[in-house]
């Protein structure tokens, strides 16, 4: 065997930036996979747009109820097996998808939310157990850039595989992935290491697990740019291809500038390395300006589509940018001896991001035109720069 070929195959297999980026990717495909499926699913069951939108919501506010108790699991029973939680339940969404039922459609939604919820607070900690602070800005844009793949590729594909071979072949191609993701995850062996002390107390509090969040100002910077970038995937999810349609485009085009917004995390090695030699207080001030200025242009210039798709797709290579080392700020802020339970609170930015937004983008849009969307994202990332101000930095 190569000495190439030997640290390749000791990468895969010791803890470290290659092993998180692989279960990350694999954790992307299988959840990818339904990512668009389930939206036409719920159509399908409920029958009108409204009740559609009702679900989402339910079990997304559910779903980060039952999250702000992670951090008590994961005292209780460590962090292996929230993990092994959170894949088994990836596993079994997509058979209770299958039962083609308001009941099964719901359990599946609300399986996949609180799986996600599971893997990321799990992962995370691993992370912060395994890379050493100084290392995470090269790490973290190695996990984005591993689930490139996924994200461009997955939801296409499920919806290919549903209507042109089977809905079987997507449920049971999306459960394979969960099943190969827990079989990986053990293989590994990992242990949490050193910063989970087995006599430290559990705190099964949610809400003081809040308010100790919230009392550090750093934890707070973090959550709020994290709050932030996601808040300008969710716009561009939903609006991008409302816009391209509202505008005299087709449906396809709303989907492939949806993708090619998507297939720019592959950039993101060359982002994390842009960052790396640039500091992180001054890359993330200069990507949320970029964003948030590209978003206002797609505002200012609404009524001339090539130049808003245009802006759009820039403005996703900002975005990315951000995802390559956003993450950094909490990670290396955090104590140790607090990381399940901050990491718990941390993790919510996620899901209120899939939450409030579009609650505060429905009441623009009951005055506005879709203009005000755009302006109130790019505004808020632009605020987001100037609050970067605050990034330490020596990060």
Known sequence: MSSTSFAWTRAVVTPGAVVFALLFALDSFARALLATVVPLLALRVLGNARDVSLLFSVVGWVGVALSLFIPAIVRRYRPRWVYTLGAGLLVLAPFLLALDSLLGLASGMLARVFAAACLLNALNLYIMAYIRKRDLARSEP???????????????????????VSPWATYLLSA???????????????EYGPALPADEPARTSPIANI?????????RLAWILNFGRETWWVMFFIYGPVYMVTHGMSETAGALLVSCGTAMLFTTPAMGWLGRRIG????????????????LATALFVDHPGFAAASF????????????????????????????????????????????????????????DLWSVFASVGLFLVVCAWLARWIPRGM
Do not use: N
């Open 142 to 164: 190695l996990r984005t850039f591993f689930s490139a793949f996924a994200w461009t590729a997955g939801p296409f594909l499920g919806v290919w595989l549903y209507h042109e």
């Open 313 to 368: 797709l820039l403005a996703a290579l900002g975005s990315v940018a951000l995802d390559s080392v956003c993450m950094v700020p909490f990670m290396r802020a955090v104590r140790s001896r607090e990381r399940p339970e901050m990491t718990m609170v941390f993790s919510m930015y996620r899901d209120m991001a899939g939450l409030v937004p579009p609650a505060i983008f429905g009441a623009l849009l009951s005055f506005f």
């Open 280 to 295: 992180l207080r001054r890359f993330l001030m200069g990507g949320f300006l970029w964003v948030g200025g590209l978003t």
């Open 211 to 219: 308010r100790r969040y919230v009392a550090q100002p750093r934890l």
């Open 176 to 190: 394979g992935c969960a099943a190969l993701l827990i079989a990986y995850f053990w293989r590994l062996r990992m």
